[in-house]
T-cell receptor, first 115, second 112 residues
């Protein structure tokens, strides 16, 4: 149980385009989902927290207009990187939590490469 | 605010030797503590977690960690390293809402 999937697992796009990454909780309802970014050889940095049906809360320094998060249902959250640039190339990992207090379950990650 | 510090960005051991990865935490409330392993180009796999029950926590793949409040530590150990243990290891801390903060990571290399 408690499986989280991400799609796509890997994406390559041109600079200036937008990319959408999906995060799904497959066997539980996630009231909260988290998005992390991990640069090569670095740790995971929390980008934003989203609660189903409400606006995401972004960490300091994360541009909300660039990283659009939608958590429209209890099993799906999407992260859209708008007007992507090479510096946005990273490994994006989502996690999902059923109810608080509760454990976060992590997805397998999405590797984004912006050319 | 909570945080964790992992001492040593890179640890190298010989196959069969003891593995010790260090983690110290800072938390204003009783913490939950976690160790995750990450293989190249993969997501996180939970090794073990401390949830204020037993201070010695046993996890998967022969790993264990001991919560020491007096030392604010949660070091990860394994008696005998295997080649397949080579990976990146992350310590993480969370509060009761499970908002997690990760350490910088420790890369474990296992020499034959």
């Amino acid at each position: 149980g408690a499986v989280v999937s991400q799609h796509p697992s890997r994406v390559i796009c041109k600079s200036g385009t937008s990319v959408k990454i999906e995060c799904r909780s497959l066997d539980f309802q996630a009231t909260t989902m988290f998005w992390y970014r991990q640069f090569p050889k670095q740790s995971l940095m929390l980008m934003a927290t989203s609660n189903e049906g409400s606006k995401a809360t972004y960490e300091q320094g994360v541009e909300k207009d660039k990283f659009l998060i939608n958590h429209a249902s209890l099993t799906l959250s999407t992260l859209t990187v708008t007007s992507a640039h090479p510096e946005d190339s990273s490994f994006y990992i989502c996690s999902a939590r059923a109810v608080a207090p509760g454990w976060q379950y992590f997805g397998p990650g999405t590797r984004l490469l912006v050319l | 605010a909570q945080s964790v510090t992992q001492l040593g960005s890179h640890v190298s051991v010989s196959e069969g030797a003891l593995v010790l990865l260090r983690c110290n935490y800072s938390s204003s409330v009783p913490p939950y503590l976690f160790w995750y392993v990450q293989y190249p180009n993969q997501g996180l796999q939970l090794l073990l977690k401390y949830t204020s029950a037993a201070t010695l926590v046993k996890g998967i793949n022969g790993f264990e960690a001991e919560f020491k409040k007096s030392e604010t530590s949660f070091h990860l150990t394994k008696p005998s390293a295997h080649m397949s243990d080579a990976a990146e290891y992350f310590c993480a801390v969370s509060d009761r809402n499970n908002d997690m903060r990760f350490g910088a990571g420790t890369r474990l290399t296992v020499k034959p």
